[in-house]
């Protein structure tokens, strides 16, 4: 009996040829691979792109801290589903202020979502200080799966005279200053308060913490410092017994005005607690 009439007695009596059972299990195996390619493939293509980025070091990152903010965010109900794409938030600085309230921000995310995390450099920088490259944590050696994580995070250290977020969204117009990105990635948290009072005293502190002490004079700081000081005074943290935003970025702006060794008691105690929460951890190697 030859091999053809074999086989087509096999066939007539349910047997499947090992050969073409072989087969089958590599189209499978292939149509998978394609399956996850495509994926792959359809995220870029919705994410925001930097083409003139010259320097990468892709890395994940997870703090070892418990996080303060205990917000049950959802990025499907925040942003709504995109299956296939990563959403990418982009935010271009200059080296010589970098953003230390979103590198905190940042850690905060890592703990929440699967953070796929990215520092450049831009042709317009000739070079930073390597803490600058390592600020969001090392390389991560499966930065090329994409579909993996949950949320991208790209810092591009760049000669702008304002910070600027980008976000993967198409139909969102980019995010200046980095008081507004925090608060975009406080939501993202789930972070932000619930009554109206607090979140206007939330964005009082903020702003007071961004024009005043970033950005004015002595006096002004020094006044700043006498208000944190009554505040503090009266409560732990801020916004009472819960920490927030308004402490990240105010404690953030008091130790980049290099006014953290001079800040009167009720504030230095502040500050000690706030490196104590381990989330600042990130920023003192940018002090130096």
């Known amino acids: 009996m030859d091999h053809h009439t074999r086989q087509n007695e096999d066939q007539m009596n349910g047997e499947v ?27 870029l293509t919705k994410t925001v792109t930097t083409p003139d980025a010259d320097l990468d070091a892709t890395t994940l990152s997870h703090a070892p801290v418990e996080s ?14 995109d299956l296939g794409a990563l959403r ?19 850690g905060l995310l890592c703990q929440r979502y699967q953070v796929l995390s990215s520092v450049h450099l831009h042709s317009s920088v000739p070079g930073v200080p390597p803490p600058l490259m390592s600020c969001l944590g090392p390389r991560h050696t499966d930065s090329y799966a994409r579909q993996r994580f949950q949320l991208g995070f790209t810092l591009i250290w760049k000669d702008v005279s304002k910070l600027q977020m980008k976000f993967s969204t198409q139909n969102m117009c980019p995010i200046e200053g980095e008081a507004n990105v925090a608060r975009f990635l406080s939501r993202l948290l789930g972070a932000d308060p619930q009554d109206p009072v607090s979140a206007t005293q939330m964005d009082r502190w903020i702003d007071t913490a961004v024009f005043q002490l970033a950005e004015g004079g002595n006096k002004e700081r020094a006044a700043v410092l006498r208000s944190l000081n009554t505040a503090l005074g009266r409560s732990p943290w801020l916004l009472g017994e819960g920490f927030s935003l308004a402490d990240v970025v105010c404690a953030c702006c008091v130790l980049q005005a290099g006014e953290s060794g001079s800040a009167p008691a009720n504030v230095q105690r502040w500050l000690k607690s706030c490196q104590n929460l381990g989330h600042f951890r990130c920023v003192y190697p940018l002090l130096q």
């Open 68 to 81: 303060v903010f205990r917000g049950t965010a959802d990025l499907d109900s925040l942003l709504g589903k």
């Open 17 to 43: 040829d090992p050969a073409v059972k072989a087969l089958e299990d590599r189209q499978d195996e292939v149509l998978r691979r394609l399956y996850e390619l495509k994926a792959t493939v359809d995220g």
């Open 88 to 106: 990418d938030i982009v935010i271009n600085a200059h080296p010589a202020r970098p953003p230390l309230s979103l590198l905190v921000l940042h």
